[in-house]
């Protein structure tokens, strides 16, 4: 939790979509339920991102560019499995839910927490 209500809405959902991810690969799920789900998840993470974004905008904060970058390399990765898994040259790793875990737990602890404890200084919320 980082404190900020918007923020911490956005994370659950982000979750909640991962978890559904993982129950689909776990239920042998073929593209064609699989891609439409990762493709709502990668758009409500690019809404979420933008959401951040907009947060260190207004608040002018310092670590804007290594946090942007951090999110700009998940989106990019995101392209490039969707991408592959929809042109059939790739299979959908079942590590994907375990990483995809694993990223927002660290970023949202470290990265997320430093930013919004800024912006609540500004006096500023999403
Ligand atoms: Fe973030």
Redesign the pocket.
Known sequence: MTGDKKVDTQHQQLFDMVNEIHDSIMANHGREVLVPVLKRLAKYTVEH?AT?EALMQRTNYPGYAA?KA??DELTAKAVEIIQGYESGKITLPMTLSRFLTDWLRN??KK??LE?IKHVQKAGVSA
Do not use: K
């Open positions: 991102f951040e946090h951090q999110h970023h949202i990265s997320d930013m």
